[in-house]
């Protein structure tokens, strides 16, 4: 049991590290994810409506104590730090993620929980799972707490909570160091919108209280369908949502021709007007050069055209999913880059590019 102990230390300490430095390279999405929990837990504990609601504001302070916390108790476990205190944080961690994903399973709700960010995507019933094996192994640690001898490592816990803040904040105030998105640079967005390879799939039906399984629809008229199944998944289209038009119709083929330099904003209201001045400069200036800007928006008519009009914005809109720009942008506003539906550039308010940057990317 001593040997199983310090096994499942180790396990408990790599993997926590590991999707804690995952979703602290983009905390903005876990701040999606626990906005997404807060609406659910809303909307199906209607009592508790206004608390869970007023939680919604502080998603991404709890994002990075959540993340910062996996990375700082993970090696603290490792190097012996404090072991019976260590242990029984990491047991109200995983006890909160274990409801989290039973939730989620459970009741189908919020169906990417968002565990490894956007590096590894598992099912609601994969993800509870996974945090029962580490709860069973977490309960070995806590049994066996006294038997992991504390080491004076206090300045290495100390170091890596910075660092890990650090990481936090330096993707708040850019974008991800590791774009693991759909929408990174350098991937094609038409070509993410199709199959990979033929789709397969399984046709499942029933007669007689028997069940059969075919790989092409049979002609046998006597049989109950059931369920269709897709025998190679990894194949599925990895963009499904994406999504451009305007009161005049669909535009998102037109995103894909030519060079075009994208503002996305998300919404207005927690957009940072001050990068603005910057970006209409930015788009003034590529016009000459042959790059189209558009402005992507989920924003309704009304409300777009008036902030387009205050903050002198001379470029056509186009509405897409908020979902879809979240996915797109982490910032609001934000940039994006496309040359014939290839991402060529991504940047954060922070970082408006020159014209010349963006020119270089293109030619």
């Avoid at 709890?62 to 993340?67: E, G, I, Q, Y």
């Avoid at 709860?135 to 170091?159: D, E, H, N, S, W």
């Avoid at 894909?256 to 788009?283: M, R």
């Avoid at 308010?349 to 014209?355: E, G, S």
Wanted: proline content about 5%; aromatic content about 14%; charged content about 20%.
């Amino acid at each position: 049991m001593k040997i199983l102990a310090q096994i499942s230390r180790v396990i408990v300490g790599l993997l926590f590290i590991f999707s804690g430095l995952i979703k602290l390279n983009d905390p903005v999405g876990t701040q999606y994810k626990l906005e997404e929990y807060f609406e659910v837990f809303a909307a199906d504990l209607p009592q508790f409506h206004d608390f869970f609601m007023a939680l919604v504001p502080l998603a991404l302070y709890f994002s990075v104590f959540l993340c910062t916390a996996e990375v700082v108790l993970g090696i603290a476990l490792l190097v012996g730090y404090k072991p019976k205190t260590i242990s029984w944080l990491l047991l109200a961690i995983i006890v909160f993620f274990t409801f989290l994903t039973f939730y989620s399973a459970y009741f189908n709700k919020v169906t990417d929980c968002g565990c490894f960010g956007a590096a590894i995507k598992l099912t609601p019933w994969t993800s509870f799972g996974k945090d029962l094996f580490l709860l069973a192994l977490i309960l070995v640690i806590v049994i066996y707490r006294k038997k992991f001898q504390p080491l004076p490592t206090g300045i290495i816990v100390v170091i890596s909570t910075i660092a890990s803040l650090g990481i936090a904040v330096y993707a708040l105030r850019h974008l991800p160091i590791l774009d693991l998105l759909p929408y990174r640079v350098g991937a094609n967005i038409p070509a993410q919108l199709k199959p990979s390879e033929p789709l397969r799939y399984l046709y499942v039906f029933e007669k007689g209280g028997k069940e059969f399984e075919y790989e092409q629809y049979p002609s046998d008229t006597t049989l109950k369908f059931k369920e269709m199944l897709v025998l190679n998944e990894d194949a599925k289209p990895k963009i499904t949502d994406y999504k451009v038009w305007n009161d005049a119709g669909d535009f998102t083929e037109g995103t894909f021709q030519g060079t075009k330099l994208f503002l996305i904003i998300k919404n207005l209201t927690d957009i940072n007007t001050a990068a603005l001045p910057d970006i209409n400069k930015l788009i003034n200036s590529v016009k000459l050069k042959g790059v189209e800007p558009i402005i992507l928006t989920s924003g309704n008519s009304e409300e777009i055209v008036k902030f387009l009009s205050a903050h002198q914005l001379n470029a056509p809109y186009y509405y897409v999913d908020a979902t879809v720009l979240k996915t797109i942008s982490r910032s609001n506003p934000g940039l994006w880059l496309l040359k014939n539906g290839t991402v060529m550039g991504k940047w954060h308010y922070n970082d408006t590019p020159t014209t010349e940057e963006v020119i270089d990317l293109v030619k």
